[in-house]
């Protein structure tokens, strides 16, 4: 993993090649993503990247009916909502993801606890496409 | 840390707010001159201007609202204040209950004697989906907004976390908005001011005079879950779970504990201040509720001396209904899960041991962002001075507390007021 360094826009380089990274404590053992230099839990600086497997499980979610610019560029809207969420990596973290592939014509029938593979999602954005953290059930 | 108070008292001797709601013909300098007129109104003793030493001004963005920056030396100087040393203190929505406890920190180190504080927010210029942009700034624009958050949505996922770890009841959000809106109804200042039976009959009213079908709702609960009237934002968030965009001003004076018997016999003291901060809503130590709130909580009680059981009422940060619920139970009104509950019995009402949001919360009475914090202190200001008119609680209240949150809980600032006369 030397190909990344710790500045937070690499999480997105990673990203674009099917990684999901982050940075584990040397000292305290203690993961988080994206990666970051500084351990929020003991405060030491002895972080080291790491590749996270993509595994997680839906910690919480919405269904978005008013979409931000961005995300009306992408075409959603209240006709066409989407899913956006907190997923619990199987190694402990937690993300921010667009979760792909469920019904959201109930999204009282969403169910929290399910199993969640990393994927991700290209969109328009600033008149480039980029490549978004998103997860599908497994 | 926690344990240590304030070097010197400092009270409240004036207060006043504009109208919350969409000025058009309005800008940020108009708003906070009505406000500070009231203010100067308010003083029973009168105010000479000259006093002033100081001004502390809370605003979120009129950089990306009005394309205004430096905002505070403009305000200070249609106010009259010129000279003196002006600041302006951004923490989104809770950038004047911060500008609060600064403008508080800077008399009791004894630097000055006589410091206004304030916030003003005029949102209502944009386009919808641009105010939606320009909140969004107060999340994390490199890693939450670009999975596709908007502010409702950081609300919406706690309450889908919250309702999954206690199967707490989602009628528990209408009853919120119900309860504010009633609250609201009495407040002439409020944004809507105006029931939710009320908005009810309104729309009944408008659809029989157009010629179309008149809406059958029978309560308020059928209303609320009318997916027409009360359309999705973000799931389970509705509109009337949403607090609106608005345009307003708030302002009070605050003076250095010896001399508020200069300025009135009935001052308001601050005893209790605390504020906490927070990462992200995903790396957070919970998502069922705010640890920020926690922590200022906790410093605000041990400055006070006191515990939430000693509170007589709180103005409680409700950007959306879910807020309200977790902030009954981040300030220890309520036990961990028992907020959902509290709200649905009424606990929570106006005429009960503990009232919340008298003034119609943010729900009800608009939320300018920038000027929500000291808009809430506007309440307690009337509250313990019994003047609240209609509003107004029995009992003459003597404690009461406010609690102001910044963007999905990054910022918490919560201070606690006393009333000795």
């Known amino acids: 993993m030397t190909e990344f360094n710790m500045n937070s826009k690499s999480f997105y380089a990673a990203l674009n090649e099917g990684k999901l990274i982050g940075s584990r404590c040397k000292k305290c053992g203690y993961q988080v993503s994206p990666q970051r230099l500084i351990c929020p839990k003991c405060h030491s600086d002895q972080m080291t990247l790491i590749e996270f497997s993509g595994e997680g499980k839906l910690a919480a979610y919405t269904v978005i009916y008013v979409p931000p610019t961005e995300m009306q560029q992408a075409g959603y809207n209240n006709k066409n909502p989407y899913c956006v969420g907190v997923v619990e990596l199987k190694e402990g973290p937690r993300v921010n993801a667009q979760i792909l592939d469920l019904d959201l014509a109930q999204p009282a029938e969403i169910k929290i606890g399910i199993q969640l593979q990393m994927t991700s999602v290209v969109r328009e954005s600033k008149g480039s496409s980029q490549k978004f953290l998103a997860f599908k059930p497994v | 840390m926690s344990h240590k108070k304030f070097a010197r008292g400092v009270a409240i001797v004036g207060a006043g707010m504009s109208k919350f709601g969409a000025f058009p013909d309005m800008t940020s300098r108009d708003l906070f001159v009505e406000a500070f007129q009231e203010l100067k109104a308010s003083i029973d003793k009168g105010l000479n201007s000259n006093d002033i030493q100081a001004f502390y001004l809370g605003n979120f963005s009129s950089d990306q609202f009005e394309k205004q920056a430096h905002l505070a030396p403009i305000i200070a100087s249609w106010v009259g204040l010129s000279p003196i040393p002006s ?171 010896e001399l508020a018997s200069k300025y009135t016999d009935k001052p308001v003291f601050i005893i209790g201040s605390g504020q906490g901060s927070d990462g992200a809503l995903a790396e957070r130590d919970s998502l069922t509720y705010i640890p920020a709130a926690v922590e200022a909580a906790k410093q605000a009680y041990d400055m006070a001396g006191i515990g939430p059981e000693e509170v007589d009422f709180a103005e409680v940060h409700d950007c959306f209904t879910i807020a309200e619920i977790m902030a009954t139970e981040d300030l220890g009104f309520f036990k961990r899960g028992g907020g959902w509950k509290a709200a649905m019995d009424g606990r929570t009402s106006r005429n009960s041991q503990c009232p919340i949001n008298i003034s119609g919360g943010l729900k009800s009475k608009g939320h300018p962002v920038g000027a929500s914090g000291v808009g809430q202190v506007i309440e307690v200001w009337k509250q313990l001075r019994g003047i609240a008119g209609e509003r107004q609680l029995p009992a003459n209240p003597r404690i009461g507390l406010t609690h102001n949150v910044g963007g999905s809980g990054q910022t918490c600032v919560v201070h606690i007021y006393e009333r000795r006369r």
């Open chain 2, 87 to 257: 600041l302006r203190i951004e923490d989104a929505c809770a950038s004047s209950g911060v500008a609060l406890r600064e403008a508080a920190i800077s008399i009791a180190s004894g630097l000055y004697d006589v410091v206004l504080v304030g916030g003003v927010e005029k949102m209502t210029d944009l386009p919808i989906a641009e105010v939606t942009d320009a909140l969004a700034t107060a999340a994390d624009t490199q890693f939450e907004i670009p999975a596709g958050f908007t502010f409702p949505g950081f609300y919406a996922a706690m309450a889908t976390a919250y309702m999954h770890k206690y199967n707490a009841d989602p009628a528990a959000f209408a009853h919120v908005s119900i309860k504010n809106h009633a609250n609201g109804a009495l407040n002439e200042k409020a944004q809507f001011g105006q029931s939710i039976p009320e908005i009810m009959e309104k729309k009944k009213a408008r659809a029989a005079q157009k010629g179309r079908p008149v809406p059958s709702w029978e309560n308020e609960f059928e209303f609320l879950s009318d997916p027409k009237a009360n359309p999705n934002i973000a799931w389970p968030m509705r509109l009337f779970d949403c607090s609106p965009v608005s345009d307003g001003a708030a302002t009070v004076l605050l003076v250095s504990e």
